[in-house]
């Protein structure tokens, strides 16, 4: 059996367990092997029945005594069988369990694991797991609990992967030699995977999940070092600085902070050089990302090449297009939008083709075949983690050289991970905001407050203010205690008086009137606009300064931040109010540590523990696979001993055997 065979091969697996295992991401027996379990229970240790305390779980040997089966009303039923060993007697009680009594006869052995419940003066066990007269599948051993879906039985994964380790060919599985093994002190990877879905005993399980949380650290580092490798040996495009730069500079409406000029600095060195530039700009919300952007592609300009810059939404493509406009309006730069709504774009693949086009600013639109760049030079991607690493890929391959490549992130990563997820990009922080702008001051209330910040909202409008309110929902849902876009809006013309225009934004909504909402809320011309999550990233409203969000209990922490960036934009004092209901403690958390700090890279490394890197950081988009079973914070020795081993490997293996290594990560990858 091969390790890329489908599920549906194995054992009584028919095509409805197939579609369930597909939608748990489980396709071929590598992943059903790679579908570690979430946690064991200790069945391996017998006790007697004196020994057992009320609510405590066990395992147990003892004998039928007697049993009887009561029958209840709407043809239910309890079975009672009593049994006992040596030392005590106790109840089994099953409940519509009838295919049990052909098995059922006094003084047979019956092996069982369940928690006990004290029922007078006898130990009772409700619906505890049962073998007789051997412990072999469920009993007498560490057994594996598995995340479940509806459709499956742990006992059903359990045994497709018993059948898996036993029938298939897992040779490809392992990546060192015996030498590397025995150095690094790791147990092979066949008995790691055997042993962390059934495992002898605690101490081969510790050492099973030592080596699996090294082999996706080893690969994620291998395939990081490949990509590094790959640029340096490329040869870049070597871009000159322009002579005008320091003067566009000066003419600026406001003076760069330090962090921007730093980065400034690190940006015109490496496209100086001939080795392509792999730039990563990171930053918080507000801190003038977008600007050292443009000064970028000014350079590129200067050089006569294009320039690419995508973007993961038309409102945000929109946002960036016509302050580059602005930016570049006394310049001989031709700036074009390329949007799913644009119109007329045969003209515009025309003039990008010609070069007519400098820069072309979009979304995933930039990456259609249509699109042929001239000469394009530099690609900048804004919320980098957004798109997937193919995407990212077929922009870059438009050019006809090896482009320099920006990519921005307004998502704080902790240094831990940002060593791991970009270790193929060189990273520049901007770490401070520019000198104007105040802390956001952020409050949290229960929603049945929202009349008070009504009130709130009303005073800053009056002074000329502007707000945000973001709901989760576009429409109501019956099934969710959640308000709506829609339902919030007919709220508040009740609320407000007729002459404060309040306008609804979403994501169903075509480009053209998204565009024109936003222009208005930009020009003052809307009070307060109600929208969905669709004003996350780049919107940029300098007299915006409230921003509410509702059920903020059901947005993470990363995202409640970013949607706080919206606000605090320009020299006045800002707000944010969180509006919560039934929140639970982790819920309390993030909405606590939100009003403790404006940091990003303390609620990012707070929601990193909260939620885990994958989710938080699209570190799926960013072409590396979501960890399965290791944690960048809890198993952060592990990760450094990985990247230690990852370098030694590349210096020193033989090339052939790294080559098999990064070909076979690169297919799992699904990366070409």
Known sequence: MNLNDNVINLPKIGEKKQKVLQNMGVSTIYDLLHYFPRKYEDRSIFKKL???????????????????????????????????????????????????????????????????????????????????????????????????????????????????????????????????????????????????????????????????????????????????????????????????????????????????????????????KDVPMRRLIQGDVGSGKTIVAFLSIYNSCMNDYQSAFMVPTEVLAVQHYENALDFFKNTDIKVKLLIGSTKNKTKLYEEIENGEVNVVIGTQALIQDKVVFKKLGLVITDEQHRFGVNQRKKLEEKSNENPD???????????????????????????????????????????????????????????????????????????????????????????????????????????????????????????????????????????????VIYDAQRFGLSQLHQLRGRVGRGDKQSYCVLLYDNANKITMQRIQTLVDTNDGFEIAKKDLQLRGAGEIFGVKQHGIPEFKIGDIMQNIDILEFAQKCANEVMDHMDSRYITNIIETIYSRMNIS
Do not use: W
């Open 405 to 547: 490549i920006i990519v921005m992130s307004a998502t704080p990563i902790p240094r831990t991970l940002s060593l791991v997820i970009h270790k193929d990009l060189d990273v520049s922080v901007i770490g401070e905001l520019p000198q104007n702008r105040l802390p956001i001051k952020t409050v949290a209330e229960r929603k049945i407050n929202e009349q008070k910040v009504f009130g709130f909202i009303k005073k800053q409008v009056q002074i000329g203010r502007q707000a945000y309110i973001v709901c989760p929902l576009v429409e109501e849902n019956y099934d969710l205690d959640l308000i709506s876009v829609n339902e919030l809006y007919e709220k508040l013309l009740d609320v407000f008086p007729k002459e404060y225009s309040i306008k609804v934004l979403h994501g169903k909504m075509k480009a053209k009137e998204k565009e024109d909402i936003l222009k208005n809320f930009q020009e003052n011309n809307i009070n307060i606009l109600i929208s969905t999550t669709v004003i996350e990233v780049g919107i940029n409203v300098p007299n915006a300064t409230i921003m």
């Open 50 to 272: 004196n020994e057992i305390k009320a609510k405590e779980k066990a395992s147990v040997k003892a004998k039928i005594i007697r049993f009887e089966k009561v029958n209840l009303k709407f043809k239910k039923s309890i079975i009672n069988i009593y049994v006992s060993d040596d030392t005590s007697t106790a109840c089994i009680k099953l409940f519509n369990n009838n295919f049990i009594l052909p098995e059922l006869e006094k003084g047979r052995y019956i092996f069982f694991y369940g928690q006990a419940e004290e029922n007078y003066d006898l130990l009772q066990f409700n619906s505890p797991e049962i073998e007789f007269d051997k412990a072999e599948k469920k009993i007498g051993m560490i057994y594996p609990i598995y995340p479940l879906s509806n459709g499956i039985k742990n006992s059903e994964i359990l045994s497709a992967v018993k059948y898996s380790i036993e029938n298939a060919d897992m040779t490809s599985l392992e990546y060192l030699p015996n030498e590397y093994l025995e150095k690094y002190r790791l147990i092979p990877t066949y008995d790691a995977i055997k042993n962390i879905h059934m495992p002898k005993n605690i101490n081969i399980l510790k050492q099973s999940r030592y080596r699996c949380i090294f082999n996706e650290f080893f690969e994620l580092n291998i395939f990081l070092n490949a990509q590094k490798s790959n640029v340096q040996k490329s040869v870049g495009i070597k871009f000159k600085k322009s002579e005008n730069i320091n003067e566009i500079i000066k003419k600026l409406p406001f003076e760069l902070t330090n962090a921007q000029k730093k980065v400034l600095d690190d940006i015109f060195s490496d496209m100086n």
